[in-house]
């Protein structure tokens, strides 16, 4: 398996324009994360889907932030509209359902918002 | 609700040196316990895991016992190499939530 995958790598965007992050899980794993890392805050989770269902979004920062799992293989995290308080890496993760099984990460997105 | 607390960072050290670097939580319950890596420009990496009390997860030459009594699952190596440069995450994991610490750099010099 070529394990979780993000796209795009880097994206730089101008404030109050729409950004969406996309991520594919390692196939078979029913749980998937979006975590935010900055400097400041650290790693931050954002929500966390299980069987494609949201289960905790409480970390989203604002209403300007939604996330999507349509399906197994595929979710989004979009902003709209960006502010440059949004620069950050954001990194997909997911696992195996169950209390022992590790989270796999993908590679991040650096987001740049001017 | 849980909560996984590392030392402050960076940690510097000389190569060969040895290392620890302390984590404690607090959880309800009996979770399992993760470390993990961060090299630059990429994503965590799984480094060791810990799933009850008494285990100890090993891997690359690092070490980690989970210790119930004192909440305490500190990472430790015996001689740490220039390679070994990077963010340290300890973790819990109750439920299917992973909840992370804030990370600790660790820096190696030559």
């Known amino acids: 398996d070529a394990g979780v995958i993000q796209s795009p790598r880097h994206e730089v965007t101008e404030m109050g324009q729409e950004v969406t992050l996309r991520c594919k899980p390692i196939?078979?794993?029913?749980?998937l994360f979006w975590y935010r890392q900055t400097m400041m805050r650290g790693l931050e989770l954002l929500i966390y889907?299980?069987?494609?269902?949201?289960?905790?979004d409480s970390g989203m920062p604002e209403d300007r932030f939604s996330a999507k799992m349509p399906n197994a293989s595929f979710s989004t995290l979009k902003i709209q509209p960006s502010e440059p308080r949004d620069s950050a890496v954001y990194f997909c993760?997911?696992?195996?359902?169950?209390?022992?099984?590790?989270?796999?990460f993908g590679q991040g997105t650096r987001l740049t918002v001017v | 609700g849980n909560s996984v607390t590392q030392m402050e960072g960076p940690v510097t050290l000389s190569e060969e040196a040895f290392l620890t670097i302390n984590c404690t939580y607090t959880?309800?319950?009996?979770?399992?316990l993760f470390w993990y890596v961060q090299y630059p420009g990429e994503g965590l990496q799984l480094l060791l895991k810990?799933?009850?009390?008494?285990d100890k997860g090993s891997n690359k030459g690092f070490e980690a016992t989970y210790r119930k009594e004192t909440t305490s699952f500190h990472l430790e190596k015996g001689s740490v190499q220039v390679s070994d440069s990077a963010v340290y995450f300890c973790?819990?994991?109750?439920?299917?939530?992973?909840?992370f610490g804030g990370g600790t750099r660790l820096m190696v010099k030559p």
């Open positions: 973790a819990l994991k109750q439920g299917n939530m992973l909840t």
């Open positions: 196939s078979g794993h029913n749980s």
């Open positions: 959880a309800t319950g009996y979770p399992s």
């Open positions: 993760a997911s696992s195996l359902e169950g209390l022992t099984t590790e989270a796999f």
């Open positions: 810990a799933t009850k009390a008494d």
């Open positions: 889907f299980n069987n494609n269902v949201p289960i905790d």
